[in-house]
């Protein structure tokens, strides 16, 4: 009797090491379905995707705040340390940019009258709003950032994003009070750009790394460290002349650019609508509110 | 005055519902806090996936209280929350769940360093993993160079990552003991 019950005890140890054995392979082919299902229906995942960054928004923006405060005071360290100088080259720039002001508000009248001489029919005017960044999903494989928004927003997929040194990417999916910031240093961003002076015509390739390439490039374009990247408008996906980087590298036919966007002390983003229809439509993307 | 009725059924059954559950919470935590902008230059290239520092550690020493469905759980939630395509991270922490657990018995009775190495180990062969998947979703190469920064970076911030899961694990043995 207690042998058998000891083989009836052997025989279900036996099958319940078949059952988890089987759990486990198929836990392993339902990450495996699952990236199929990225794949094959990406809208359902994007929706799935922008939801949850909805529910967790509140807990990140919390837990960015340490991080926050502590750049802050470093910062107030550092200008206390170095305010006197910082004095000095503001009232310069200040007395500079008055005669600059004087200058354009001279051109600006006279562009109204030109314009309304040739009876021209301005773009429409950009929207924009501010956000807060308040998670850094960025790793070695993807560059992207997400900022809360706010409940009452206007933010849509393909939203240019700008600090006030350049270009910092642009939106890559809205929910209802965060958005996706897709970086220009992504390995899935591609942007029409020029360089200039010689405005030559290329595509600014994202590559996970700090730096992105310049791809595209005419072969007879002589390229050199410093020359200053645009974007070129192409495509309709950009504006022409928002500022990207400089050249920072040219080696071995690999052209690096240098961003302007500091991307260490980002806090506050502009999201702004040029009103450019160059994505495809897609309003199946946005979480409806 | 009516004292706190701290031996009454109910919670005493919520408390043994927070004891069981807080594995997951703290690794939920980590991975909530990982996400937050550091501010350091030059650090978001490199960001490591500090995540497969919780599913090692309650792999080798709590698998009852962390199983191989909350490792594809979180997995998953770091999909969503990342921009990583859907699918990769959850296969990684099921694998790397599965690889960690597997050596369970060798690693469990082992002191610290060795435990570290163990995790240094495997963990290399799980970046190699995550690069390659990566590389077949995109179909094109992240430079791996980046990826291995991160890996050392993940190795250096192993012992501060692990300590509030050791200190939780400890209250737990406690805790169980005292119940015994």
């Given at each position: 009797?207690?042998?058998?019950?000891?083989a009836g005890g052997?025989?279900?140890?036996?099958?319940?090491?078949k059952?988890q054995r089987?759990?486990?392979?198929?836990?392993?082919?339902a990450?495996?379905g699952?990236?199929?299902?990225?794949?094959?229906?990406?809208?359902?995942?994007?929706k799935?995707?922008?939801?949850?960054?909805?529910i967790?928004a509140?807990?990140?923006?919390?837990?960015?705040?340490?991080?926050?405060?502590?750049?802050?005071?470093?910062?107030?360290?550092?200008?206390?340390?170095?305010?006197?100088?910082?004095?000095?080259?503001?009232?310069?720039?200040?007395?500079?940019?008055?005669?600059?002001k004087?200058?354009?508000?001279?051109?600006?009248?006279?562009?109204?009258?030109?314009?309304?001489?040739?009876?021209?029919?301005?773009?429409?005017?950009a929207?924009?709003?501010?956000?807060r960044?308040?998670?850094?999903?960025?790793?070695?494989?993807?560059?992207?950032?997400?900022a809360?928004?706010?409940?009452?927003?206007?933010?849509?997929?393909?939203?240019?994003?700008?600090?006030?040194?350049g270009?910092l990417?642009?939106?890559s999916?809205?929910?209802?009070?965060?958005?996706?910031?897709?970086?220009?240093?992504?390995?899935?961003s591609?942007?029409p750009?020029k360089?200039?002076?010689?405005?030559?015509?290329?595509i600014?390739s994202?590559?996970?790394?700090?730096?992105?390439?310049l791809?595209?490039?005419?072969?007879?374009?002589k390229?050199?460290?410093?020359?200053?990247?645009?974007?070129?408008g192409?495509?309709?996906?950009?504006?022409?002349g928002?500022p990207?980087?400089?050249i920072?590298?040219?080696?071995?036919?690999?052209?690096?650019?240098?961003?302007?966007?500091?991307?260490?002390h980002?806090?506050?983003?502009?999201?702004?609508?040029y009103?450019?229809?160059?994505l495809?439509?897609?309003?199946?993307?946005?979480?409806?509110? | 005055?009516?004292?706190f009725?701290?031996?009454?059924?109910?919670f005493?059954?919520?408390?043994?519902?927070?004891?069981?559950y807080s594995?997951?919470?703290?690794?939920?935590?980590?991975?909530?806090?990982?996400?937050?902008?550091t501010?350091?230059?030059?650090?978001?290239a490199?960001?490591?996936?500090?995540?497969?520092?919780?599913v090692?550690?309650?792999a080798?020493?709590?698998?009852?209280?962390?199983s191989?469905?909350?490792?594809?759980?979180?997995?998953?939630?770091?999909?969503?929350?990342?921009?990583?395509?859907?699918?990769v991270?959850?296969?990684v922490?099921?694998?790397?769940?599965?690889?960690?657990?597997?050596?369970?018995?060798?690693?469990?009775?082992?002191?610290?360093?060795s435990?570290?190495?163990?995790?240094?180990?495997l963990s290399?062969?799980?970046?190699?993993l995550?690069?390659?998947?990566i590389?077949?979703?995109?179909?094109?190469?992240?430079?791996?160079?980046?990826a291995?920064?991160?890996?050392?970076?993940?190795?250096?911030?192993?012992p501060v990552v692990?300590?509030?899961?050791?200190?939780?694990?400890l209250?737990?043995?406690?805790?169980?003991?005292?119940?015994?």
């Amino acid at each position: 009797m207690a042998k058998q019950h000891g083989a009836g005890g052997s025989s279900s140890f036996q099958l319940k090491s078949k059952l988890q054995r089987f759990g486990l392979a198929a836990l392993v082919a339902a990450a495996f379905g699952l990236m199929l299902l990225g794949k094959a229906d990406i809208l359902l995942v994007e929706k799935g995707r922008i939801l949850f960054n909805d529910i967790t928004a509140p807990v990140l923006m919390l837990l960015s705040k340490p991080a926050e405060v502590t750049v802050r005071v470093m910062q107030n360290l550092h200008e206390l340390v170095s305010i006197r100088r910082q004095n000095a080259v503001l009232r310069a720039e200040n007395e500079k940019l008055n005669l600059i002001k004087l200058d354009t508000e001279q051109l600006r009248r006279e562009n109204e009258e030109l314009r309304d001489l040739m009876k021209y029919i301005p773009l429409p005017e950009a929207s924009s709003v501010s956000a807060r960044v308040i998670a850094d999903t960025g790793n070695s494989f993807v560059q992207s950032l997400l900022a809360y928004t706010g409940y009452h927003h206007t933010v849509k997929k393909g939203n240019v994003v700008l600090t006030g040194e350049g270009v910092l990417g642009r939106i890559s999916s809205v929910g209802v009070n965060v958005a996706r910031i897709l970086l220009i240093t992504d390995i899935n961003s591609r942007i029409p750009v020029k360089v200039e002076p010689m405005n030559a015509q290329a595509i600014l390739s994202g590559d996970n790394t700090e730096y992105p390439q310049l791809i595209s490039l005419p072969n007879n374009v002589k390229i050199s460290v410093g020359d200053r990247v645009i974007t070129s408008g192409a495509a309709g996906v950009y504006p022409a002349g928002l500022p990207i980087g400089t050249i920072v590298s040219v080696a071995d036919g690999i052209i690096k650019v240098r961003p302007f966007v500091n991307r260490n002390h980002l806090e506050i983003v502009r999201i702004v609508d040029y009103g450019l229809s160059g994505l495809l439509a897609d309003p199946i993307c946005e979480v409806s509110r | 005055m009516r004292s706190f009725p701290v031996n009454s059924p109910v919670f005493t059954y919520l408390a043994e519902k927070l004891r069981f559950y807080s594995p997951k919470l703290l690794t939920l935590f980590i991975l909530l806090f990982s996400l937050a902008p550091t501010y350091l230059p030059g650090y978001s290239a490199v960001r490591p996936n500090f995540m497969l520092i919780p599913v090692f550690y309650w792999a080798v020493y709590k698998p009852e209280n962390f199983s191989v469905i909350a490792a594809f759980t979180f997995g998953l939630m770091q999909d969503l929350l990342e921009e990583t395509p859907l699918g990769v991270n959850t296969l990684v922490f099921t694998v790397f769940y599965i690889l960690a657990e597997s050596q369970r018995r060798f690693l469990s009775n082992k002191p610290f360093s060795s435990v570290w190495v163990g995790f240094a180990v495997l963990s290399l062969i799980i970046l190699f993993l995550n690069w390659l998947i990566i590389a077949i979703n995109y179909g094109r190469f992240s430079p791996f160079g980046t990826a291995f920064v991160g890996y050392l970076i993940l190795l250096a911030a192993y012992p501060v990552v692990v300590w509030p899961c050791a200190r939780l694990y400890l209250y737990l043995l406690d805790k169980n003991d005292g119940d015994v």
